[in-house]
């Protein structure tokens, strides 16, 4: 995934370098503003009792007691998530679901089932 932040600018760039055009600049630095917002913009923070999950201009609160349960995944489907190896969060209503990937798994786990101890746990 990070091959993706930093070929695709380089190679743009280059093209603008050797091949100078107004409209290539421009679309190049449209593409790296947007790569630039979904690499920093994409985190999750759990505040009080919610789960808020920011990917870019995404944002979706999720209400941990609603949280049903959690599993490793390496579900490659388009996520808010900055990394492959994933954890799949399943909630209510109408079971849903979202794939992220914070930095420090085991310590998200921890906090979310302090907060809602019948989250289950799978693998």
Same mark, same amino acid.
């Given at each position: 995934?990070?091959?993706?932040?930093?070929?695709?600018?380089?190679?743009?760039?280059?093209?603008?370098?050797?091949? =100078? *055009?107004?409209?290539? #600049?421009?679309?190049? /630095?449209?593409? @790296?503003?947007?790569?630039? &917002?979904? $690499?920093?913009?994409?985190?999750?923070?759990?505040?009080?009792?919610?789960?808020?999950?920011?990917?870019?201009?995404?944002?979706?609160?999720?209400?941990?007691?609603?949280?049903?349960?959690?599993? =490793? *995944?390496?579900?490659? #489907?388009?996520?808010? /998530?900055?990394? @492959?190896?994933?954890?799949? &969060?399943? $909630?209510?209503?109408?079971?849903?679901?979202?794939?992220?990937?914070?930095?420090?798994?085991?310590?998200?786990?921890?906090?979310?089932?302090?907060?809602?101890?019948?989250?289950?746990?799978?693998?």
């Amino acid at each position: 995934m990070a091959f993706i932040f930093i070929l695709v600018p380089i190679s743009m760039l280059y093209g603008v370098i050797t091949e =100078p *055009s107004a409209v290539l #600049l421009l679309v190049t /630095a449209f593409i @790296i503003v947007l790569l630039c &917002i979904l $690499f920093f913009g994409t985190k999750y923070v759990i505040k009080a009792d919610e789960l808020i999950v920011y990917g870019g201009i995404y944002k979706k609160r999720i209400p941990i007691k609603q949280i049903r349960s959690l599993r =490793p *995944s390496k579900n490659p #489907l388009s996520a808010p /998530a900055m990394s @492959i190896d994933r954890i799949e &969060i399943t $909630f209510d209503p109408h079971i849903q679901v979202i794939l992220i990937s914070p930095k420090e798994k085991e310590l998200f786990v921890k906090k979310l089932l302090e907060i809602n101890p019948n989250i289950t746990l799978k693998s």
